[in-house]
């Protein structure tokens, strides 16, 4: 069946450069997606990577894909204070199976 | 701008209560979807929809039913609300197909006392 890790938390300084990691079972997809939550909200869709790339940039952000290791990870890059959210990502396309979420917490 | 609208932000019911959460797109959506947010869970899949009438138990059905009898509403029905189910509800809706993404409401906040 499907399943989806990710790190729970993650802390980092305003200007650093966050990961947020996503291992995943499963790589049938054609497209790989990263959303959003910010507090008191619901998802929103981040970006994305269609399955035969290696890496996308969406400029402050990096997408990452290894599918020979089942690898995907978001960078992003000057992490600032409006970063701060929860980050899920979703390889499986339409079946919409999210990742447990990573809590970025950006640190002035 | 793509719309999901759910009933309400906040609910508290009481213990054997029949709750109905309600969920409202305005895209034309053919998929729809209720997930529950547990703290260290994440997103759990409870049921789908992929057209009017029709619908797919996710992950974690039990306790819980849906209804859609209009394309744009899809409904979460808690027979008899137990402790268990306080939980951060949210819905979502999707077109069909490979490239797609998913929208969300804000959520439901629901408190069973």
């Known amino acids: 069946g499907e399943d989806v890790e990710q790190s729970l938390f993650l802390s980092v300084r305003e200007g650093d450069s966050s990961v947020i990691n996503c291992t995943y079972t499963d790589s049938s997809s054609t497209y790989l997606y990263w959303y959003k939550q910010e507090p008191g909200a619901g998802l929103q869709l981040l970006t994305y990577?269609?399955?035969?790339?290696d890496m996308k940039q969406d400029q402050r952000l990096t997408v990452l894909l290894n599918k020979k290791d089942k690898h995907l990870s978001l960078r992003i890059a000057d992490t600032q204070t409006g970063d701060s959210a929860i980050y899920f990502c979703e390889p499986y396309g339409q079946n919409f199976v999210f990742g447990p979420g990573t809590r970025l917490s950006v640190l002035p | 701008d793509v719309k999901v609208t759910q009933s309400s932000r906040y609910l508290v019911k009481r213990t054997g209560e029949k709750v109905f959460l309600e969920c409202v797109q305005d895209m034309d959506h053919e998929n729809m979807f209720w997930y529950r947010q547990d703290p260290g869970l994440g997103l759990r899949l409870i049921y789908f929809s992929y057209d009017v009438k029709m619908k797919e138990k996710g992950d974690i059905p039990e306790g819980y039913s849906v209804s859609r009898e209009k394309k744009e509403r899809f409904s979460l029905i808690l027979e008899s609300a137990s402790t268990n189910q306080t939980s951060m509800y949210l819905c979502?809706?999707?077109?069909?197909?490979?490239?797609?993404?998913?929208?969300f409401g804000q959520g439901t906040r629901l408190t069973v006392v």
């Open positions: 979502a809706s999707s077109y069909q197909g490979a490239a797609t993404e998913a929208f």
């Open positions: 990577i269609f399955s035969n790339m």
